[in-house]
């Protein structure tokens, strides 16, 4: 039973456009993070989230930025996206910030022309 | 400096075989390591976990050895299924810290 939900679970669009990820998870979990997956299945976390502290991976560039409103929503915003950043974004979701059991929605692929 | 490390990348045997994937890890501080599977089109869901004060973890057909003074452990599928096709990825953390993952190992069974 899927528990985080990632809207859209796809996305195409053009070098320099604008995109946002929407992610909702249900379990009541109070952090949230955002991971990008790479074509070769690498995973990389980009962001975490525990009750109002944001904690940025620093290898993060400045165009992608998280935005949440309750502990319950994270979602992800790109600004002016590059070629690069064509990957699937994975939201999961933990009871606390260590060592718990991370819950993933089925991700977002994005693809940039 | 990648901290998990797995191999092979990947991996294919009969149904019915063992599959051995293996991983190891370089900070001897890490305590905790999860396995997680992921399907296509899925987002990775844990499969089994163990914690370093073991040195053996069952779950029906999944099984982790690990061993601490050479920090490497491995996870073994026994009577491989064509439905435990996926990608593994395996994890490690210590004291509450994010978890790093390894490069994952895509297994595929053939019937």
């Known amino acids: 039973e899927t528990a985080v939900f990632q809207t859209p679970n796809y996305h195409v669009t053009q070098v320099g456009n604008e995109v946002s990820f929407n992610c909702k998870q249900t379990?009541?979990?109070?952090?949230m993070y955002w991971y990008k997956q790479d074509s070769k299945k690498l995973l990389k976390i980009m962001f975490s989230y525990n009750n109002k502290q944001l904690i940025v991976n620093e290898t993060v560039p400045r165009r992608f930025s998280p935005q949440s409103s309750d502990k319950a929503h994270l979602n992800l915003r790109i600004k002016s996206v590059e070629p690069e950043d064509s990957a699937v974004y994975l939201c999961?979701?933990?009871?606390?910030?260590?060592?718990?059991?991370?819950?993933f929605g089925s991700g977002t692929r994005l693809t940039v022309l | 400096q990648q901290q998990v490390r797995q191999s092979p990348q990947s991996l294919t045997v009969w149904e019915g075989e063992t599959a051995i994937l293996n991983c190891s890890y370089e900070?001897?501080?890490?305590?905790?390591f999860p396995w997680y599977q992921q399907f296509p089109g899925e987002g990775p869901a844990l499969l089994i976990s163990i914690l370093s004060v073991s040195n053996k973890k069952e779950d029906g057909r999944f099984t982790i050895f690990f061993n601490k003074r050479e920090k490497k452990l491995s996870l073994h599928i026994a009577d491989s299924q064509p439905g435990d096709s996926a990608t593994y990825f395996c994890a490690a953390s210590n004291a509450g810290a994010k978890l790093t993952f390894g490069g994952g190992t895509r297994l595929t069974v053939r019937p």
């Open positions: 900070n001897s501080a890490f305590d905790y």
């Open positions: 379990l009541g979990h109070d952090t």
């Open positions: 999961a979701s933990s009871d606390w910030g260590g060592a718990e059991t991370l819950y």
